[in-house]
């Protein structure tokens, strides 16, 4: 089945440093791909949604010059967490549509990145 | 009212005991349904698609109701590797909307 492989998968910085997170289709070329984050006991919430080629589309309430997505192959999507700061700290996932559209088969989800701002 | 609204429980239940759960959504435009399971830090798994003639995979059965605008996940036999929280994925047009989740704790 389909793949996804996110890196890294648990973070530690410092604040006001950047991290990047990295997310990769392995075996099928991904069109889109959904950034969510997901605070403690809460649902997973979509930050944006990210096309090859195009700019990402973000969700009401989410910075894009904070969280800066880059979609530039149909196997890359890289999430980059700009001058992070401790309310930052949360799980990041990434979710691949493979391209031709979705099917009844759902979404691939990455392994997910545990980000720890201190 | 939320798009996709579920009960976040925790449902306790012991071994063996049969278990359901339902997920309202508000757009009576989405088109696909789907239940997840997630264990505590780690990635959502596709657990099944939800059909409109309902389907059935092993212990879990998945039924949707469009005319009341909700689907529903039952669990036979429960078992202790059952215990985690399950989340219910409806889509509209391309981008999926999530429940924030039912936890399930099945006990000895």
């Known amino acids: 089945g389909a793949v996804v492989s996110q890196h890294p998968s648990r973070v530690i910085c410092k604040s006001g440093t950047s991290v990047k997170i990295e997310c990769r289709s392995l075996?099928?070329?991904?069109?889109?791909m959904f950034w969510y984050r997901q605070f403690p006991k809460q649902s997973l919430m979509l930050m944006a949604t990210?096309?090859?080629?195009?700019?990402?589309?973000?969700e009401q309430g989410v910075e894009k010059d904070k969280f800066l997505i880059n979609h530039a192959s149909l196997t890359l999507s890289t999430l980059t967490v700009t001058s992070a700061h401790p309310e930052d700290s949360s799980f990041y996932i990434c979710?691949?549509?493979?391209?031709?559209?979705?099917?009844?088969?759902?979404?691939?989800f990455g392994s997910g990145t545990r980000l720890t701002v201190v | 009212r939320k798009e996709v609204e579920q009960d976040p429980g925790p449902f306790n239940v012991p071994e063996g005991a049969t278990v359901a759960f339902n997920c309202t959504y508000s757009?009576?435009?989405?088109?696909?349904f789907f239940w997840y399971r997630q264990d505590c830090r780690k990635e959502p798994k596709l657990l099944m698609s939800?059909?409109?003639s309902g389907n059935e995979d092993g212990r879990f059965t998945a039924q949707l109701n469009r005319a009341s605008q909700y689907i529903s996940l039952l669990i036979r036999d429960s078992k202790l590797s059952d215990s985690a929280t399950y989340l219910c994925v409806v889509k509209g047009s391309y981008i999926p909307t999530f429940g924030r989740g039912t936890s399930l704790i099945v006990h000895p």
């Open positions: 757009n009576s435009a989405s088109q696909s």
């Open positions: 939800v059909y409109s």
């Open positions: 075996d099928f070329q991904a069109t889109t």
């Open positions: 979710s691949a549509m493979e391209r031709g559209g979705w099917t009844d088969y759902g979404y691939t």
């Open positions: 990210s096309n090859e080629g195009s700019k990402a589309t973000y």
